[in-house]
C-alpha cells in the first residue's frame, strides 16, 4: 500500500483572538493553505495566565462546527441552546454552530497554564442551517490506546492498526473527520491505515516527527499526500494532532465568527445576528 508523502508545510504564525487570548493560528481558508474539510487551528499554550485568562466572552457562530481538545488546564463553556459544561485535560468538546448559535469559553479562574487546540470544520451547503448542538467529552471517554511505539487519543474518526481498526467517539458526521493525539518516544515509530479519500494533515506540538525523509519540528503543519499508511517516526520525545476528512470542495465565504458558501449568506448572518434573531428560538 501507497504511504503518504508531505506535500508542503506551513509554520504556525501568532495571533490573538477572543478578549486578548495569545494563541498560535493554522488557518486554511485560503487556497494554497486550504485543510478541507478544516478551516482552521488554533494552538492555546502558554504558563502565564495573563496570556489566556480572559478567555472567549459570548460570540456568535453559524455555518460550521467547532472542536475543542485539551491537554491541559481546563475551559467551561455555555452557550445559546442552554449547555453549560467543563472540559479539563485530556478532554473534549463538540458543537455544531449549524443555523446559529452564541457560546462562551472561559478558563478556570485560578488556571496557571494552559494547552489546547480548537479546530473549525466546515459542514457542506445542505447542512450549514441545521440546528446547533452540542457534546462534551470527558478525558476518560476518549478512546485510547498503544499501537507498536505510539500511544493514540482518538478524539474522532477511524484509523486501522494491524488487521483491526479502532473508532473515536465521534464518528458518521458526513465529512467523517478524523482527528488523533499521537505520542511518540524517542526513537519511537508507528503506522497507522488511513482511508485513503480523506485529507490529511499533522501538527507537532512537541520534539519532531518524521515522515519519509522529511522531518517536521514543533509548531509546524504538514500537509499529507496520497495514500492509504502513515509512518510516524521520531527521534525525541513528540507529539502530534493527526487530523483531516472528506474534502467538501465548495466555495467558502468567512467573516469574523460566520462561514458560508456565499457573500449574501455571510450578509444575512450578519444582519441576522444584529437583529438578534441569528439564534433560533422555539
Same mark, same amino acid.
Given at each position: #500500500?501507497?504511504?503518504?508523502? $508531505? ?32 478551516? #482552521? ?5 502558554? /504558563? ?9 466572552? &459570548?460570540?456568535?457562530?453559524r455555518?460550521?462546527?467547532? %472542536?475543542?481538545? +485539551?491537554?491541559?488546564?481546563?475551559f ?13 485535560a485530556?478532554? =473534549? ?7 446559529? $448559535?452564541?457560546?462562551? @469559553? +472561559? ?17 457542506p451547503?445542505?447542512?450549514? +442551517? *441545521?440546528?446547533p448542538?452540542?457534546?462534551d467529552i ?6 485510547s490506546f498503544?499501537?507498536? =511505539? ?8 477511524r %484509523? ?6 479502532m473508532?473515536?467517539? $465521534? ?12 505520542s ?11 482511508? &485513503? ?9 512537541h520534539g ?8 517536521i ?10 495514500? @492509504?499508511?502513515?509512518?510516524?517516526s =521520531? ?6 494532532l ?7 470542495? *465548495?466555495p %467558502? ?5 460566520f ?8 450578509? *444575512? =448572518?450578519?444582519? /441576522? ?5 441569528? $439564534?433560533?428560538?422555539?
Amino acid at each position: #500500500m501507497k504511504q503518504r508523502e $508531505v506535500s508542503r508545510t506551513a509554520a504556525a504564525r501568532p495571533a490573538t483572538d477572543g478578549a486578548g487570548v495569545k494563541i498560535n493560528r493554522m488557518t486554511g481558508f485560503s487556497g494554497v493553505y486550504r485543510m478541507d474539510p478544516f478551516l #482552521m487551528l488554533d494552538e492555546i499554550r502558554s /504558563d502565564s495566565k495573563d496570556d489566556f485568562i480572559a478567555g472567549f466572552p &459570548p460570540h456568535p457562530h453559524r455555518g460550521f462546527e467547532t %472542536v475543542t481538545y +485539551m491537554r491541559e488546564g481546563s475551559f467551561s463553556h455555555e452557550d445559546s441552546m442552554g449547555n453549560s459544561g467543563e472540559i479539563s485535560a485530556g478532554g =473534549a468538546q463538540w458543537m455544531t454552530a449549524g443555523s446559529g $448559535v452564541i457560546h462562551s @469559553e +472561559m478558563p478556570e479562574a485560578g488556571a496557571e497554564r494552559m494547552h489546547g487546540f480548537q479546530f473549525w470544520l466546515n459542514l457542506p451547503a445542505s447542512e450549514k +442551517m *441545521q440546528a446547533p448542538s452540542y457534546r462534551d467529552i470527558q478525558s476518560d471517554e476518549i478512546v485510547s490506546f498503544d499501537h507498536e =511505539a505510539a500511544h493514540i487519543r482518538l478524539i474522532a474518526g477511524r %484509523v486501522g492498526i494491524g488487521d483491526s481498526e479502532m473508532r473515536g467517539v $465521534v464518528t458518521g458526521k458526513s465529512t467523517e473527520a478524523l482527528i488523533a493525539d499521537v505520542s511518540l518516544p524517542e526513537s519511537g515509530a508507528t503506522s497507522l491505515s488511513i482511508d &485513503p479519500d480523506l485529507t490529511i494533515q499533522i501538527y507537532v506540538y512537541h520534539g519532531a516527527v518524521t515522515i519519509g525523509d522529511k522531518e517536521i519540528p514543533a509548531g509546524v503543519l504538514a500537509y499529507l499526500g496520497t495514500g @492509504e499508511i502513515i509512518r510516524l517516526s =521520531a527521534s525525541e520525545s513528540s507529539g502530534l494532532l493527526l487530523f483531516g476528512g472528506l474534502a467538501i470542495d *465548495q466555495p %467558502v465565504e468567512h467573516q469574523g465568527p460566520f462561514v458560508m458558501n456565499t457573500a449574501e449568506e455571510i450578509r *444575512q =448572518a450578519i444582519g /441576522d445576528f444584529q437583529r438578534g434573531t441569528l $439564534v433560533q428560538t422555539s
